[in-house]
């Protein structure tokens, strides 16, 4: 009987990475949809006990979402949860209001027919209502920008949303505050059917001003 062929180093350096991966996806959607809001402090063995992994993988996690500035590590307690910095959200919601007010500068430039089928599509966003008030923001507000039809500013767009997750997460953590972000979207797509895009402009900074209020 011949014995068997040891597995080739290549082979167990690419289960660790697979592992590692895994408990990075995990620990990172969890940051960003809220779920483990600012100050949660989080532990290592409760991690690896949730996915069936060892801790090693989960402490690689830990260290690469402490450089991306998502978590603080305490040796022997575990990993704190960042909060979202006043500064932080600012920023973001900025540029997210310029992103949004050049697309209506796009759709007015094309005149009145393109307003109202933005306005059309932003519609039907706003009454097929995803359960999770993250993703219904997500598909709202790119429907937006697609609507524009500039590629390159819906590809930088796209960028900014893992960024505007926690904020948009923190900001609709009610049904409360959830309905209101939809209410607020309903507004934006009647003021570009009437159309008013002027109106559209005022709202995309409201709204934005909304999130940041619920979150400081």
């Not at 909060?83 to 759709?107: K, Q, S, T, W």
Request: proline share 6%; hydrophobic share 45%.
């Amino acid at each position: 009987m011949t014995e068997a062929e040891p597995q080739p180093n290549g082979t167990q350096s690419a289960n660790a990475q697979s592992t590692a991966e895994r408990a990075y996806h995990h620990v990172r959607t969890r940051l960003l949809d809220g779920t483990w809001p600012g100050g949660t402090l989080l532990s290592e063995g409760v991690v690896a006990l949730e996915l069936g992994l060892s801790r090693t993988p989960v402490r690689e996690a830990f260290l690469r979402l402490q450089s991306e500035g998502f978590l603080r590590l305490y040796p022997k307690r575990g990993a704190q949860v960042v909060p979202i910095a006043p500064g932080e959200a600012r920023n973001v919601l900025a540029a997210r209001v310029l992103f949004e007010r050049a697309a209506v500068d796009a759709l007015a430039e094309r005149g009145p027919a393109a307003l109202t089928a933005a306005a059309a599509e932003l519609r039907a966003a706003c009454e097929h209502r995803d359960p999770h008030p993250v993703e219904a923001g997500r598909h709202f507000h790119l429907t937006l920008l697609r609507a524009a039809g500039n590629p390159v500013l819906t590809s930088l767009y796209e960028t900014l949303w893992d960024r505007q997750i926690r904020i948009s997460a923190a900001a609709t953590a009610t049904r409360a505050h959830a309905d209101e972000d939809h209410a607020e979207h309903q507004a934006l797509a009647d003021a570009l059917a009437v159309p008013d895009p002027e109106l559209a402009r005022a709202l995309i900074s409201a709204h934005a001003d909304s999130l940041l209020a619920r979150i400081n």
